[in-house]
């Protein structure tokens, strides 16, 4: 499976960025799919999970409100619209494939593909 992640960009505090994410290669009709985000220095932050099947949903608290995670089965592409941006958003953005399609999961470690990442800078 290959994922292809894009839509990170410079925008300022206030504003709003819509990442997306596409799936390719041999996907299983069910599997979860999730966001993540790294600042340099530090951990790779979950931030948002979807079922692809049934859509149930999970966010971290940092965004919760502000981002919402969804999905398009037909396209195997999964998006994360992020409004209200703040300045400590600003993080390289990863997503990821879980083929546990049965819980969408906050854990890195349980994913088993990964993007290769967009950066989101928010400008204050």
């Known amino acids: 499976v290959q994922l292809q992640a894009s839509g990170g960009g410079l925008v300022q505090a206030g504003g709003s960025l819509r990442l997306s994410c596409a799936a390719s290669?041999?996907?299983?009709?069910?599997?979860?799919m999730g966001w993540f985000r790294q600042v340099p220095g530090t951990e790779r932050d979950f931030i948002a999970a979807i079922t692809m099947i049934g859509g149930t949903t999970i966010y971290s608290d940092s965004v919760k409100g502000r981002f919402t995670i969804s999905r398009d089965n037909a396209k195997n592409t999964m998006f994360l619209q992020m409004n209200s941006l703040k300045p400590e958003d600003t993080a390289v953005y990863y997503c990821?494939?879980?083929?546990?399609?049965?819980?969408?999961?906050?854990?890195?470690?349980?994913?088993?593909?990964w993007g290769q990442g967009t950066l989101v800078t928010v400008s204050s």
């Open positions: 990821a494939l879980d083929t546990d399609g049965s819980r969408p999961s906050t854990r890195r470690h349980e994913y088993d593909a």
């Open positions: 290669g041999r996907t299983t009709r069910s599997y979860s």
